[in-house]
């Protein structure tokens, strides 16, 4: 019998998305009741704990391992896990299931995490840069140069990072990933100045604000940005309150 780990308090399958609801209709209630709940789970707690992410999606793999949703959780967890074999095994099963290469970037980055590049690189060059979303192409983008970094080829992962960026083409938050690729691989070539405008750079096109830009740039000023309030900070806010 499959059981997994216990699902966490406060589940509600209304809080899955409608698509991932019509997914689980064709079966059983029960067994669907099982899956939403564990497809939650992981959802929840793939950022604070991605290996018991992973869990909860593997389990749902087992009740369900026909649906795209499930398969794709498990895809998703297994990478945050850094299970890249597991992660590269489902990617491949998703992209069976619905076509596509919007995909081929995260799988080239297992590949490349398994110790492959040549192997990242032949997947790379499957992808119709001018059929594809501009998204996905700047992802692909950051995935070749690090396994060109890895390669040794320092200079073409640069040349490729500053093609792409320079052509400012795509959603805003690819192009801020893009160019925090390029401050960290200048940065590593001892280039503070180039790294310090490409790191501004992804910060002004990070309106989220989901990457450290204002830390790395505080980190190269020599600037300590405050973190968290020591135990007396605290006490003595408290007092004054």
């Known amino acids: 019998m499959i059981t997994g780990p216990p699902i966490p308090e406060g589940f509600d399958d209304k809080a899955l998305p409608f698509g991932v609801r019509a997914e689980l209709r064709g079966l059983s209630k029960e067994r669907a009741d099982r899956v939403a709940a564990h497809i939650w789970a992981a959802g929840v707690l793939v950022d604070e704990d991605p290996t018991l992410a992973f869990q909860h999606a593997e389990t749902a793999r087992q009740l369900a391992p026909r649906l795209p949703v499930v398969r794709e959780a498990a895809a998703e967890t297994a990478y945050a896990a850094e299970e890249y074999a597991i992660a590269l095994r489902e990617y491949r099963a998703i992209r069976r299931m619905s076509g596509g290469d919007e995909l081929i970037p995260v799988m080239a ?71 925090y690729a390029l401050a960290d691989l200048l940065l590593a070539d001892g280039d503070e100045a180039g790294a310090r405008a490409s790191f501004v750079t992804s910060g002004e096109l990070d309106r989220p604000a989901l990457l450290d830009t204002s830390d790395r740039i505080a980190e190269l000023d020599g600037v300590t940005l405050p973190n968290q ?13």
Not at 229 to 241: R, T
């Open 109 to 179: 980055d297992c590949e490349r995490a398994l110790g492959r590049p040549r192997d990242a690189l032949e997947l790379l060059t499957e992808l119709d840069t001018r059929k594809t979303d501009p998204a996905v192409v700047i992802e692909a983008v950051i995935v070749e140069s690090g396994v060109r970094t890895d390669l040794g080829q320092r200079d073409e992962a640069l040349r490729l990072l500053r093609k792409v960026a320079g052509q400012n083409v795509g959603p805003a938050f690819a192009r801020a990933r893009l160019h």
């Open 229 to 241: 309030m020591s135990d007396d900070d605290e006490a003595e806010q408290e007092d004054a309150e």
